[in-house]
């Protein structure tokens, strides 16, 4: 069984800055992308920053440049700081795995619980 917990979330001020932490539970395989999502009320699920297995880590435009999204594959581990925070970021955030497990031949989307963020102006 896999999981994706994540941790962090929570009721800052505008300007402020938040760590978001998800720790991947579970025997994994091949761990493929990893990526943060959030969703705001109202609003569909959009990506904040994906991190492929190689290569480099794309952002939104909402959040480039005051954002930092680290990736430790060896622990099964990822982290979003996001820096001068704004109201407009209040969303829950969702953290994304794909994840290839042991004894499957293709690899499946895994998604945390979420976390609330919300930003005070």
């Known amino acids: 069984q896999i999981q994706l917990v994540e941790s962090g979330g929570g009721l800052v001020q505008s300007g402020k800055s938040l760590l978001l932490e998800c720790i991947i539970e579970?025997?994994?395989?091949?761990?493929?992308?990893m990526a943060w999502y959030r969703q705001a009320p109202g609003k569909q699920r959009e990506l904040v920053a994906s991190?492929?297995?190689?290569?480099?880590?794309n952002y939104a435009d909402s959040v480039k440049g005051r954002s930092t999204a680290s990736r430790d594959s060896a622990k099964d581990y990822m982290s979003l700081q996001i820096d001068s925070l704004k109201p407009e970021d209040t969303a829950v955030y969702y953290c994304y795995a794909k994840i290839k497990r042991h004894g499957f031949a293709v690899p499946s989307d895994y998604w945390g619980q979420g976390t609330q963020v919300t930003v005070s102006s």
């Open positions: 579970g025997r994994v395989y091949r761990l493929d992308e």
């Open positions: 991190s492929p297995r190689e290569g480099v880590t």
